[in-house]
Nanobody
């Protein structure tokens, strides 16, 4: 199984980025998918999750309104559209896959596979 994130980079406050996560080696449409982020010295935190068909989503309070998680099962790809970015959004962003259907978990435990992460830096 491989999950490969892309789309990170340096952006100014108020800017936007769209992260992608390309999945291979698994039946992508059967997995709940999530985004997490981590900054040095802190635990990895939940950002958003989307159900296997994309019909249900779950967001951390920090991501509500500004971020949108989506997926394209035909392309085996997960997305995170991030708008109105703030310096506190600076982190390494990870995508993750969970075999548990019906639970949009906000904790790391239910996720079976993880990507290597992509750096997002928001300058003030």
């Amino acid at each position: 199984v491989q999950l490969v994130e892309s789309g990170g980079g340096l952006v100014q406050t108020g800017g936007s980025l769209r992260l992608s996560c390309a999945a291979s080696g698994l039946t992508f449409g059967s997995y709940t998918m999530g985004w997490f982020r981590q900054t040095p010295g802190k635990e990895r935190e939940f950002v958003a999750a989307v159900s296997w068909r994309g019909g249900s989503t779950n967001y951390a309070d920090s991501a509500k309104v500004r971020f949108t998680v989506s997926r394209d099962n035909a392309k085996n790809t997960l997305y995170l559209q991030m708008n109105s970015l703030k310096p506190e959004d600076t982190a390494v962003y990870y995508c993750a896959a969970s075999r548990i259907v019906g639970e949009l978990a906000a904790s790391q435990g239910p996720y079976d596979y993880w990507g290597q992460g992509t750096q997002v830096t928001v300058s003030s």
